[in-house]
């Protein structure tokens, strides 16, 4: 069996580094892999969010959840009101026809 070439980058590892790679588990190595496609800006980003203290960390992730409702209201706001229109104009014609149907 014929062992693959280590890639250059492997090779310039220190043994303590390699050795602590070799602990991660699957999910730590996703982890990773998406922080190192990271560029520099977003890492810097990154860094500074996973910096904050404890409360502001918490409040991070509110701000996050809140615009993401008021984001999906936003998208979905001209659907509801069009629904709405449209069953009240649906009803308003039931309406009107019941009423004119009786003499």
């Known amino acids: 069996m014929q062992m693959k070439e280590v890639p250059s980058r492997?090779?310039?590892l220190d043994p303590e580094t390699i050795l602590w790679l070799d602990r991660l588990d699957s999910k730590q190595r996703e982890a990773l892999i998406w922080a190192g496609r990271?560029?520099?800006?977003q890492r810097d980003r990154l860094d500074e969010f996973l910096g904050l203290d404890e409360d502001h960390f918490a409040a991070g992730f509110a701000v996050v959840k809140?615009?993401?409702?008021?984001?999906?209201?936003?998208?979905?706001s001209m659907w509801i009101i069009?629904?709405?229109a449209g069953l009240l104009?649906?009803?308003?014609q039931i309406i009107d026809q019941v009423k004119g149907a009786k003499p």
């Open 10 to 12: 492997l090779r310039d």
């Open 38 to 41: 990271l560029n520099p800006e």
């Open 66 to 76: 809140l615009w993401t409702r008021l984001r999906w209201l936003g998208s979905t």
């Open 82 to 84: 069009l629904t709405v």
């Open 89 to 92: 104009l649906a009803i308003t």
